[in-house]
């Protein structure tokens, strides 16, 4: 049964950094895309990074270039998304999905609460 399982996440102030964790059981991911999404109330699901297979290429959404990276170690079948700078637009609720490169994606984490407040 292919599972994945998020870390991370909770209250920050404005400014500061966190760490997503995405950790894969249950299957091979090392030959698929991975990505990070976040769904924030009023608006739609944004795509905030997206990872290859090897970890080699990267997309990030305008909103969060420069301020965010993504990472994987599939020797771990784990993926990381580092948040920095964060701004109280970035509270959302944060998941992890397993997808191909035709942006179809079959397999989502179980999502994980960011709020940015003071």
């Known amino acids: 049964q292919v599972q994945l399982v998020q870390s991370g996440g909770g209250l920050v102030q404005p400014g500061e950094s966190l760490r997503l964790s995405c950790a894969a059981s249950?299957?091979?991911?090392?030959?698929?895309?991975m990505a990070w999404f976040r769904h924030s109330p009023g608006k739609e699901r944004e795509l905030i990074a997206r990872?290859?297979?090897?970890?080699?290429?990267?997309f990030y959404a305008d909103s969060v270039k420069g301020r965010f990276t993504a990472s994987r170690h599939n020797d771990e079948n784990t993926m990381y998304l580092q948040m920095n700078s964060l701004k109280p637009e970035d509270t959302a609720l944060y998941s992890c999905a397993v997808g191909n490169d035709y942006g179809v994606y079959t397999y989502w984490g179980q999502g994980t609460q960011v709020t940015v407040s003071s």
């Open positions: 249950g299957g091979t991911f090392s030959t698929h895309v």
């Open positions: 990872i290859s297979a090897s970890g080699g290429s990267t």
